[in-house]
């Protein structure tokens, strides 16, 4: 749906800095974007950033887990030994204490997915404004993702030329890592 949105958004912005008139009517350039959003510097550096957020979330995870899992044990160790009030206690205690890291995890994914969403979207505007200002100086009118395409004449592909522009203009992105506030 927002790589729909972005594809519509970039044939208009297109067809926006097109001269009014054309001669010879509309002319056409395709992009790739896939394979700039796959092998740009700014795209990797993101990918990159969120993988290492993510491995220290999982190791942080693991952790977590194991303690829960002794604490589990050491509270099944305890069963016999506890009037049934005070187990019932502990392990409302300890389901509290999961549900709250269950919580915690489902906020730090969040704010992964949003800090990976704000910095793509950053890429996007750099690869949308690229490509009208390629419009005004090689004078199409319309761009169009080759992934809508069926067909078109390579001589109508610019992602290269874009791919080039793109790393030089934005080399790499930093992600903001943010909490995740509550919609209210």
Same mark, same amino acid.
């Given at each position: 749906?927002?790589?729909t ?6 044939a208009?912005? *297109?067809? !926006?800095? *097109?001269?009014? !008139?054309?001669? +010879?009517?509309?002319?056409? #350039? ?8 796959? +092998?740009?510097?700014?795209a990797?550096s =993101?990918?990159?950033?969120?993988d290492g %957020?993510?491995k220290a979330?999982q $190791?942080?995870?693991?952790? %977590? /887990?194991?303690?829960?899992? %002794?604490?589990?044990?050491e509270?099944? %160790? ?18 509290t204490?999961?549900?709250? !890291?269950q919580k915690?995890?489902q $906020? ?6 949003? #800090?990976?969403?704000r !910095? &793509? ?7 949308? +404004?690229i490509?009208?200002?390629? *419009?005004? +100086?090689?004078?199409?009118?319309v761009a169009?993702?080759?992934?809508? &395409?069926l ?7 610019i992602?290269s030329?874009?791919l080039?522009?793109?790393n030089?203009?934005l080399?790499?992105v /930093? =992600? ?9």
């Amino acid at each position: 749906m927002k790589t729909t949105r972005f594809y519509s958004m970039l044939a208009a912005i *297109a067809l !926006a800095y *097109a001269p009014a !008139a054309h001669a +010879e009517g509309p002319s056409f #350039a395709t992009v790739n974007i896939q394979k700039i959003m796959q +092998e740009s510097s700014a795209a990797k550096s =993101v990918r990159e950033q969120i993988d290492g %957020k993510m491995k220290a979330l999982q $190791s942080e995870l693991s952790k %977590k /887990d194991e303690q829960f899992q %002794k604490e589990h044990q050491e509270i099944e %160790k305890q069963r016999s030994a506890l009037s049934k009030q005070a187990f019932e206690e502990k392990t409302r205690s300890f389901s509290t204490k999961v549900t709250g !890291a269950q919580k915690e995890v489902q $906020s730090k994914k969040a704010m992964l997915d949003n #800090a990976f969403e704000r !910095a &793509i979207n950053d890429i996007q505007k750099a690869v949308t +404004e690229i490509i009208a200002g390629m *419009a005004k +100086e090689k004078n199409f009118t319309v761009a169009l993702p080759t992934s809508q &395409i069926l067909y078109a004449d390579e001589k109508l592909d610019i992602t290269s030329e874009v791919l080039t522009k793109l790393n030089q203009k934005l080399p790499k992105v /930093d =992600v903001k890592f943010e909490a995740v506030s509550e919609k209210k």
